[in-house]
């Protein structure tokens, strides 16, 4: 996931001026390329992964369960 000028640059599917252009500022700017990897990285750290998510949703999905068979 990426937050448009955030940790990156979102561009549209097929747009390779645009895309030509967001490369060519991270060549002029290392400033700028540090900073958006930086806060990648961080996304990242910050996100659980897809172990901890799929657990999660498990966890959901059997409470779910266990609600509907005491109602019932």
Excluded at 63 to 70: P, S, T
């Amino acid at each position: 996931m990426i937050a448009d000028g955030i940790e990156g640059f979102l561009v549209a599917p097929g747009d390779v001026t645009a895309l030509a252009a967001r490369i060519d500022r991270f060549i002029h700017d290392r400033d700028l390329l540090a900073v958006m990897g930086a806060a990648a990285r961080k996304r990242y750290a910050d996100h659980p992964s897809w172990a901890a998510g799929a657990a999660r949703i498990h966890d959901f999905l059997r409470e779910m369960v266990a609600r509907k068979g005491r109602d019932a």
